[in-house]
């Protein structure tokens, strides 16, 4: 298993602003990725956080609205940008280890409520 | 284009049945098969995963099978328990490392 802490677990947003969600893991990671869950919906991946270079987003999510940083093997950022109802959801991390047959590992969430 | 489907959407069922889930996808060509619960406004917990070539995985109460060449994975869930009531999800990895999740099947177990 793995302890993945994930910070702000919540948060309530205007209109019009930024939130830069935090996810740190305890140990060096292999992958580390971003989803989003719409209120009743599934997952969706956002992007897969890249190791000192710029992440790889999915279609239909670009760099200038989920900018997405990960510095290092254990920790990454991800900021939601110029916010709208819209973008109210649970944001989610996860991570990977290679060595650990690739199970996927979920933080706990922010949920993000946009007015 | 992955998709995966989770049938039924939503079961009730009391206290002690069998039960069993069931998720289907569409592209035999997968590299592992993973379930997951999640509980409200939670994250998602691991429950079990299947690799591309096993066919079954068991942690106590729980059974997962995977049949590739059908597209088809069931989760049995066995003597259920009123704690057991959370929504479950399967997500499917790809050879390429991404993962397609199934839209959740939300279980109830009545006391």
């Known amino acids: 298993s793995a302890v993945i802490s994930q910070k702000p677990s919540r948060d309530i947003c205007q209109r019009g602003t930024s939130l830069t969600i935090q996810c740190q893991v305890d140990?060096?990671?292999?992958?580390m990725f971003w989803y989003r869950q719409q209120p009743g919906q599934s997952l969706t991946l956002i992007a897969t956080?890249?190791?000192?270079?710029?992440?790889?987003?999915e279609s239909g999510f670009v760099i200038d609205k989920f900018p997405i940083s990960r510095p290092n093997l254990t920790f990454s950022t991800l900021t939601v940008s110029n916010m709208s109802p819209e973008d109210s959801s649970i944001y989610l991390c996860?991570?990977?280890?290679?060595?650990?047959?690739?199970?996927?590992?979920f933080g706990a969430g922010t949920r993000l409520s946009v007015l | 284009k992955q998709e995966v489907t989770q049938i039924p959407a939503a079961l009730s069922v009391p206290e002690g049945e069998n039960l069993v889930l069931n998720c289907s996808f569409t592209?035999?060509?997968?590299?592992?098969l993973q379930w997951f619960r999640q509980d409200p406004g939670k994250g998602l917990t691991s429950l079990l995963l299947i690799q591309s070539s096993q066919r079954e995985q068991t942690s106590g109460r729980l059974n997962a099978s995977l049949d590739k060449s059908s597209g088809r994975s069931t989760l049995y869930i066995a003597a259920s328990q009123p704690g057991d009531s959370a929504t479950y999800l399967c997500?499917?990895?790809?050879?390429?490392?991404?993962?397609?999740f199934g839209d959740g099947t939300t279980l109830t177990v009545k006391p």
């Open positions: 997500a499917v990895k790809h050879n390429a490392g991404k993962s397609t």
């Open positions: 140990s060096q990671v292999t992958m």
């Open positions: 592209d035999s060509a997968i590299y592992n």
């Open positions: 996860s991570v990977e280890w290679a060595d650990r047959a690739n199970i996927q590992y």
């Open positions: 956080a890249n190791q000192g270079s710029e992440a790889t987003y």
